[in-house]
């Protein structure tokens, strides 16, 4: 008995390039596809109108969720980066256009809120010892020229983002105003702005301390301290091998340069790692921590001003 013949094969061809013949299909619409149009999947491959239209919905869905908590775990990070932003335009819109590069001039920096022990004005002495003690935080979110901001800028941005994602919003900004403030407690406390002199009488130089370093340093400090507290993790591992040396060279650096505040990097630093050790992954240990550390600026700004009416009768 004769077997009637096979119907002839159907020849498929490509939707989206019709002079191309295929046997593959898209296993999401199973529209035939050819080798220039195959996406791989995790099984087959799909056509590139299936692919968009997955990306779309991404982006309406979880993609969007995603890039909203990326957006809120550095938050604060932005914030202070916008914040320093817009106080580096004041400062040259009060110092003029020509400061756009260097900066502007001692007298504006104290003008705006720049750290300083003591010096003289029309009105009488100014400075962290007459009283003056809010000098301490608005000297973090002044700079002394476009490269001093950038640099500072740019770290916090690197460190910042990653000690934010750890910490939470609120402890981040908590370390960072905190580490910052004890840091220009220490430039002013340990400095030598005013000096006795051999012969009797004081020297007083008024020498102005701006800049978010300190506070940098604070971060620093605490990014160290939990990683070697975690050290037995490989990311933390990691993360100290590259942060130390970091650490040790601007250290190194703030000891060469006479413009650079040695002590309120130095302050900072310590401050931090003390923040970094006390600081755990249990909420509660947070303000216990922070609350320690502004009672050490306190204590410290306290001791500098005493230091400095011992010099200087009559403040």
């Not at 340069?257 to 790692?273: E, K, N, S, T």
């Not at 249990?282 to 001003?305: I, K």
């Amino acid at each position: 008995m004769d077997l009637p013949p096979p119907p002839p094969r159907t020849v498929e061809r490509c939707y989206r390039h019709p002079a191309v013949a295929t046997g593959v299909h898209c296993t999401r619409c199973s529209r035939p596809i050819c080798p220039d149009c195959m996406v791989p999947a995790p099984v087959g491959h799909h056509c590139p109108t299936c692919v968009e239209e997955a990306r779309r919905e991404f982006r309406r869905g979880p993609g969007r969720r995603v890039r909203i908590v990326q957006v809120r775990t550095v938050a604060a990070t932005r914030a202070l980066l916008i914040a320093l932003g817009a106080v580096y335009l004041l400062e040259v819109a009060v110092a003029g256009p020509g400061s756009l590069l260097a900066g502007p001039g001692s007298r504006s920096l104290i003008d705006l809120g720049g750290q300083i022990a003591l010096a003289p004005s029309p009105d009488g002495p100014i400075g962290v010892a007459t009283g003056q003690y809010w000098r301490l935080l608005t000297a973090i979110f002044l700079h002394g020229g476009l490269l001093h901001l950038a640099m500072n800028a740019w770290v916090l941005w690197v460190i910042g983002g990653a000690l934010e994602r750890e910490l939470g919003r609120w402890r981040f900004l908590a370390v960072f105003l905190t580490t910052g403030l004890f840091a220009s407690a220490a430039s002013y406390a340990l400095g030598d702005a005013v000096t006795a002199l051999p012969g009797g009488g004081v020297a007083v130089a008024p020498v102005v301390s701006v800049g978010a370093s300190g506070a940098i340093f604070g971060l620093f400090g605490t990014l160290v301290a939990r990683d070697w507290r975690r050290r037995h993790l490989a990311l933390a591992n990691a993360r100290l091998r590259q942060v130390l040396p970091w650490v040790v060279l601007n250290l190194a650096l703030s000891f060469t340069f006479p413009v650079i505040d040695w002590r309120a990097h130095v302050g900072g630093l310590v401050a931090g790692l003390v923040a970094g050790t006390s600081i755990d992954d249990a909420r509660w240990s947070a303000p216990a921590a922070l609350v320690a550390t502004l009672a050490a600026t306190v204590a410290l700004t306290a001791w500098g001003t005493a230091r400095i009416h011992a010099l200087v009768p009559g403040l």
